[in-house]
């Protein structure tokens, strides 16, 4: 099966050209795939064509279920890949746009002590078609308006996929395909330093966010496998060199994590590494999940004292917004309930 999201509009008009058909039936089919359109929706194009489709073109990925917040005007969508494989996505309507968080793989193998999307580890890497076809599928999906920014902070490690997670982001910035702006795109990384320095390579305008969670290298590695790899050290080198090749600044991530990560000596020693370092620190109260119920999320008192110090050391932080709260919207929830057995009904409280 020919997985022809992931292809641009010149590899799609050869391929057509491969199947006989006069190359302009590839810019035809190309239009109608990126508009999320399905093979019998494509009138302009000759039934026989339709057929072949039918046969030769992988099925994208399309939306299986999906849940509104009833609290603010989250969804959360579960997508079944062609083969069967089910991911999940999270749209959040802000003022300033509408924001989709991509999946890069089912599942994720970097092990992190309070993630669901890593509790049975990576089954397998999302192609670039398939990340492009989330936000295809959402387009279509919302009718009026269209997915604006995306976040790389659904289940999967980018970095762990380079190579699909780079061909995703020149497909979906191309101006004959979907034509968004890389400005409006962050990519997330537990700290993979090699694709770290790669990446800040490439040339794209991405905001680079880091997956931080811990001040010092000893609390790092009781909750991140990929801290015995890498030191906070070698991920800060790292972050230098991204912003000294792109001008841009780094988003470290902390998820704050009771009796763990949040006491004021801990803002300080976090804000010590960050000092002199063009970035910005966001704050993630932990998300409990069930099957990690040691980890504790903060009280709001710890939180607003652990910000208030790191503002003090003149650190540009925010506690992130939590939205979809109702509807299971962080990191791995909506799928692993589905794919319990027990399936309960999800309902917006
Ligand atoms: N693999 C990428 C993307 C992961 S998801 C990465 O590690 O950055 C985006 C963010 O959510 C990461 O910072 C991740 O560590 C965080 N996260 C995962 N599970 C969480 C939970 N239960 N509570 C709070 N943050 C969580």
Redesign the pocket.
């Known amino acids: 099966m020919t997985d022809l999201l992931s292809m641009s509009r010149e590899e799609i008009c050869a391929w057509i050209k491969d199947l006989g058909y006069p190359a302009f039936r590839g810019q035809q089919i190309h239009a109608w795939l990126i508009r999320g359109a399905d093979i019998d929706e494509m009138t302009n194009i000759p039934l026989k064509l339709r057929e072949e489709l039918h046969a030769l073109m992988q099925p994208p990925p399309r939306i299986d279920m999906c849940v509104k917040s009833q609290l603010d005007d989250t969804e959360k969508f579960l997508y079944r890949l062609y083969d069967g494989n089910l991911i999940e996505g999270v749209l959040m309507r802000y003022k300033h746009g509408n924001t989709l968080c991509l999946s ?1 793989q089912v599942g ?1 193998r ?1 092990g ?1 002590a ?4 890593t509790l049975e580890g990576c089954v397998r890497s999302l192609s670039a078609g398939e990340m492009l076809g989330q936000i295809v599928a959402v387009n279509r999906h919302m009718g009026e308006g269209r997915v604006n920014n995306v976040v ?7 970095f762990d996929n380079y190579d699909n997670v780079m061909r995703f982001l020149r497909l979906m910035s191309s101006e004959d395909g979907l034509n968004m702006s890389l400005r409006g795109v962050s990519l ?4 993979l330093v090699p694709q770290m320095l790669r990446f800040a390579d490439e040339g794209l305008p991405v905001t680079l ?3 931080l ?1 811990a001040p010092n290298d000893e609390i790092r590695r009781k909750i991140m496998r990929v801290a015995q790899r890498y030191t906070i050290d070698e991920v800060m080198a790292a972050a230098r060199h991204y912003v000294s090749r792109t001008g841009r600044r780094v988003i470290f ?1 902390y ?1 704050m994590i009771g009796d763990l990560n949040c006491e004021p000596r801990h803002a300080d020693e976090l804000a010590s590494r960050l000092r002199h370092l063009q970035c910005h620190v966001n704050l ?6 069930k099957e ?1 119920d040691a ?1 504790k999320a903060p009280t709001p008192a710890q939180v607003q004292r652990f910000m208030t110090q790191l503002e003090r050391r003149n650190i540009s932080v925010t506690r992130r917004r939590e939205m979809g709260d109702d509807i299971q919207g ?3 929830q909506l799928r692993r309930h589905v794919l319990s057995e027990k399936t309960e009904p999800i309902t917006p409280s």
């Open positions: 890069t994720c970097m992190c309070f993630c669901a999307s790389l902070m659904g289940s999967g490690e980018p997330s990384t537990c700290g966010s880091v997956s969670h991530e998820a993630i109260p932990l998300n409990e999940i990690k980890l962080a990191c791995g």
